[in-house]
């Protein structure tokens, strides 16, 4: 098998019988034609096809240390600084193609499947199958190009109550039994982004588990193809209306879905099950393995992108309607940019101090990393506000496509130009201004970003539980009992 092309993707896709409810529709196929998600598996289609591009096919993707054949960058399992640097480029790439606005690219997924896999002595402490069962499963969904989804958190019925204690324990997805080669989880986890459409869902830990024998059911790691018997994704309502491109400029495009996923006693065989009723093992899941790591690596990538794309269209928002002479105006860009600054000095610092893992895989350095995923869900709530700020009323004189070419056209030509577009070229760029600050598409990326990798308040928690503040609480303390 080698790297996927489009049309493969959507070929898959269509013989695939997930089950999804969206808007009081039970589906099982038909996803590639369903209006909720038909732009959004083509937007994907092309990350595909891009793997076969001249322009692109070198950095997307590597030969199979199995068959030789081209398959995606993300699955490389870095030696050297220059494998580390080509996967940071094929990121890049990949997030460049949607400005950042989709989250659930295979290379983020990818990257934790590598690190999970090149740690599988880590996997055979319990058993030796396990660690079978994650170098198989990862050259399956490599060799496959396979799109995965992941899906962590409990229900949020009840914060005050672990996930384990909710509704008696019904609620959290748990085993319920195990037969001869596997087991049946029945509950729920709260969200997948790209579940609908995604070809695997990975049903990782999340939540720190306590490590009591209560939590045993709780405890596993599986991954099961999405269309897997009992298996139901409750889909949120579509941002994408089926609008032109024009109108809807990202919802139109990336609006990558998230739904509800439900176990309705699926039975997920023992070779598809990474660790199982280990709560320790599970808390370490992530850094125990370095995964988290590689994961990082590749929303650093992510956020950059999405971060150019903010600089760029603040740019052309200001400039339109001139008001980059004002200080508080280029306050923001100033803003902006020392977000990007920082987000690429961080990443060159991580890759700069990378070194081989215990695995013998080179890992980008933590501390750079950690602080990119701690700066971003806050730094990125400022994008959408200052867009609003800049905008203004601009951001409601915005007509459709069908208004810039009807019979408003010479009304919106003389009354909506800007100091350097003509009318139906100024309302383009301020929907997409809206687009990205204040429709529902806008508002769900700024809450992507707050929460897609856990809530930053409970990591800032953790963040600094972690790091080691004594040598400069020491200084401090020697410089106050110096002699006076
Ligand atoms: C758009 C979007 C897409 C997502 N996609 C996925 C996905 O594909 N897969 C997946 O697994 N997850 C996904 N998530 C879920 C994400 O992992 C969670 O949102 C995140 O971990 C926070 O958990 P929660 O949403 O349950 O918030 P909650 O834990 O319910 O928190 C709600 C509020 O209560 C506070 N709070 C709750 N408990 C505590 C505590 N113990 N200490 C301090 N404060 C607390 C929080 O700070 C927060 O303000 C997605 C989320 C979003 C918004």
């Given at each position: ?67 030789g054949d081209p398959v995606a960058t993300s699955f490389l399992i870095p030696r050297t600084r220059e494998d580390l640097a080509k996967r940071a480029q094929a990121f890049k790439l990949t997030a ?34 396990f660690a079978d069962n994650i170098t198989r499963y990862y050259e399956q969904v490599r060799e496959q190009d396979l799109l995965c989804t992941h899906t962590l958190i409990p229900p949020q019925a ?183 600054e920082t987000l690429r000095a961080l990443n060159r610092a991580a890759e700069a101090d990378a070194s081989a893992n215990a695995y013998d895989v080179m890992t980008p350095a933590w501390a750079p ?116």
């Amino acid at each position: 098998m080698t790297a996927r092309t489009g049309a493969e993707f959507l070929d898959r896709l269509s013989t695939t019988r997930t089950h999804v409810e969206i808007q009081g529709e039970t589906l099982k196929g038909g996803i590639p034609d369903h209006p909720a998600f038909k732009n959004v598996v083509r937007t994907y289609a092309a990350l595909f096809d891009r793997q076969h591009d001249p322009e692109y096919r070198n950095v997307l993707t590597y030969p199979s240390p199995t068959t030789g054949d081209p398959v995606a960058t993300s699955f490389l399992i870095p030696r050297t600084r220059e494998d580390l640097a080509k996967r940071a480029q094929a990121f890049k790439l990949t997030a460049d193609a949607s400005f950042g606005m989709l989250g659930r690219t295979g290379d983020y997924l990818n990257s934790a499947l590598m690190a999970l896999a090149s740690a599988r002595t880590w996997f055979a402490q319990t058993d030796e199958n396990f660690a079978d069962n994650i170098t198989r499963y990862y050259e399956q969904v490599r060799e496959q190009d396979l799109l995965c989804t992941h899906t962590l958190i409990p229900p949020q019925a009840n914060r005050a109550q672990p996930g384990g204690q909710q509704a008696g324990g019904a609620l959290m997805a748990h085993i319920v039994r195990e037969d001869d080669n596997g087991i049946v989880v029945r509950g729920a986890r709260m969200l997948a982004t790209i579940g609908p459409f995604a070809d695997e869902l990975l049903v990782f830990p999340s939540t720190v588990l306590r490590g009591t024998p209560e939590d045993k059911p709780y405890s596993f790691a599986f991954a099961i193809p999405t269309d897997t018997s009992g298996l139901r994704f409750i889909a949120r309502e579509p941002f994408d209306y089926g609008r032109t491109h024009f109108d809807h400029p990202l919802g139109s495009r990336f609006d990558e879905s998230d739904a509800v996923v439900v176990f309705d006693d699926v039975h997920v065989p023992y070779e598809r099950c990474f660790t199982l009723g280990d709560p320790e093992l599970c808390n370490g899941f992530y850094t125990a393995t370095d995964a988290l790591y590689h994961m990082t690596h590749q929303v650093v990538a992510r956020t950059t992108a999405k971060t150019e794309f903010i600089l760029g269209l603040t740019t052309l928002l200001t400039d339109a309607i001139g008001i980059g002479q004002f200080q508080h105006v280029q306050a923001d860009l100033a803003e902006i940019i020392t977000t990007l600054e920082t987000l690429r000095a961080l990443n060159r610092a991580a890759e700069a101090d990378a070194s081989a893992n215990a695995y013998d895989v080179m890992t980008p350095a933590w501390a750079p990393l950690n602080a990119a995923r701690n700066l971003y869900p806050r730094l990125y709530q400022r994008f959408p506000e200052i867009l609003r700020k800049l905008g203004a009323s601009g951001l409601m004189a915005t007509p459709t496509e069908a208004d810039v070419t009807g019979p408003a056209a010479a009304d919106i030509d003389q009354y909506l130009q800007a100091a350097t577009l003509a009318g139906r070229d100024r309302v383009r760029l301020f929907r997409l201004v809206w687009d990205a600050c204040a429709s529902a598409f806008a508002s769900r990326q700024a809450l992507y970003e707050y929460y897609f990798f856990g809530d930053p308040v409970r990591m800032a928690t953790a963040y600094q539980a972690s790091y080691d503040k004594a040598p400069y609480a020491d200084r401090v303390r020697a410089f106050l009992t110096e002699p006076d």
